[in-house]
Every structure is written in C-alpha cells, then in structure tokens.
C-alpha cells in the first residue's frame, strides 16, 4: 500500500468532496430544469461545469487580493479544475445523445440544401455545438497537463501559457451557453448563473491584477536608492 503525504491525503478529501458536491448539485438542479431525462443532466452538468471553471479562475486573483502566495500552479486550482473538466467532458458526451439520435453529425454538419460553410452547419445551433465541442476538447488538455510532470516537461512559460487556454474555455462556454439560450432551450434564471459567474471571474481578475501591479510598484520603490 502506497502511503498518503500529508498533501496527498489533503487532496484525496478534497477531490472525494468535489465528487458528493458534483454529484449533488448535478441531483439537485435535474428536476428544476426542462426536457426528458437525459437533456436536464446534460444542461445540470452544463452548469455545475461553468461554475467550478469560474471557481478554477478565482483561486489565483483572490490569493492576490488576501496577500497570500500565488504560485505558477497549486493543487487547490489544479483540483478545481480538474473537476471542471470531468463534468464539463461529460457534459459534452451526454449533449451529444440529447438531439438528432442516431445522427450526431448533424450536430456539426450541415444536410444537403442547408446552409453551411465548407460542410460545416451555418446557424446558431451549429455555431453553438463547435464551440461546446472546442470547449470540451480545450478542458480535456488543461486537466491531463495538470501534474508536476507536464510543469517540468513542457517548462514554467510554456505550461503557463497553455494553462491561460483556460480563459479560452471560458469565452467558450459563455457563447455556447448563450447561443443555446437563443436558440430557446433553457430557461430565464439560467442566464443570471451565466452572467453571474462571467462577471465574478472578470471582476476578481480585475482586481488581481491591480493587485499584483501594486505590489509590483512597491517593491520597485523600495528597491529604488
């Protein structure tokens, strides 16, 4: 038996909380939302998704404003979004069986006498299942570099930069969440989770950033003869 670090049993709690969190809040907004079964896991997950993304993007701008360390990588973040991936993968998967079952091409590509750019759908519907579908894909990446192997294999800057992808994810989810809200498929209230969370994150990195930039200033003053 492989025994637990003391940060390694610290993490295995918090991802076993991850797992009931998910699960419950997933259990808890299936039957306040609308369609058959399987659509309402598929849009709990949605959104259970975005909110541990959005919480994933907080961690570093709010150890910035509490004067706390902010490391390139720490498990907290990495644990966030790990989950953030799990549940926004299988997001994807399961609202890929909600509509046009036996024919999930036409999730992406266009039938003859439809409008279409090279093949691909040209409508909203379609716009939003490429960017759900890149979103997904971009999640996947983040969540398997997530480990101090990829850290030191790929080097600080890169993996730095690979990880600023997440902000990508992001500006991803709020279009394909928005464009399903156009199409009609979600109910009102869902938009004010949308926004909310969208606004949380660009505030707290507002704010992180003329944090980090203050405190960039006061070191210089002080290191100034």
């Excluded at 295995?12 to 306040?32: D, E, F, Q, S």
């Excluded at 909110?51 to 910035?64: E, F, K, Y």
């Excluded at 997440?166 to 279009?175: E, P």
């Amino acid at each position: 038996m492989i025994a637990l670090t003391a940060e390694g049993r610290l993490r295995a709690r918090r991802h076993a909380l991850l797992a009931i969190v998910c699960t419950g809040a997933t259990a808890a907004l299936v039957p306040v939302l609308h369609g058959d079964l399987r659509e309402r896991i598929s849009t709990a997950t949605a959104y259970v998704a975005l909110v541990l993304l959005a919480m994933t993007l907080s961690l570093g701008p709010l150890n910035l404003l509490r004067s706390q360390p902010n490391p390139v990588s720490f498990n907290r973040r990495r644990d966030f979004g790990i989950w953030s991936a799990i549940v926004g993968v299988s997001h994807a998967a399961i609202g890929l069986t909600v509509h046009l079952r036996g024919r999930m091409h036409l999730y992406f590509f266009s039938e003859p006498g439809h409008p279409s750019i090279a093949g691909l759908r040209a409508d909203a519907f379609g716009a939003a299942n490429d960017t759900g579908l890149v979103a997904a894909l971009l999640l996947l990446v983040l969540a398997l570099i997530s480990n101090d192997i990829a850290l030191r294999g790929l080097g600080t800057t890169r993996w730095r930069t690979v990880q600023r992808s997440a902000y990508v994810v992001l500006g991803l989810t709020i279009a394909h969440a928005a464009l399903y809200q156009a199409i009609g498929t979600q109910r009102l209230w869902l938009v004010v989770v949308l926004v909310a969370a969208s606004v949380a994150v660009l505030t707290l990195q507002a704010l992180g950033v003329r944090r980090h930039r203050e405190a960039t200033q006061a070191g210089a003053t002080r290191r100034a003869p």
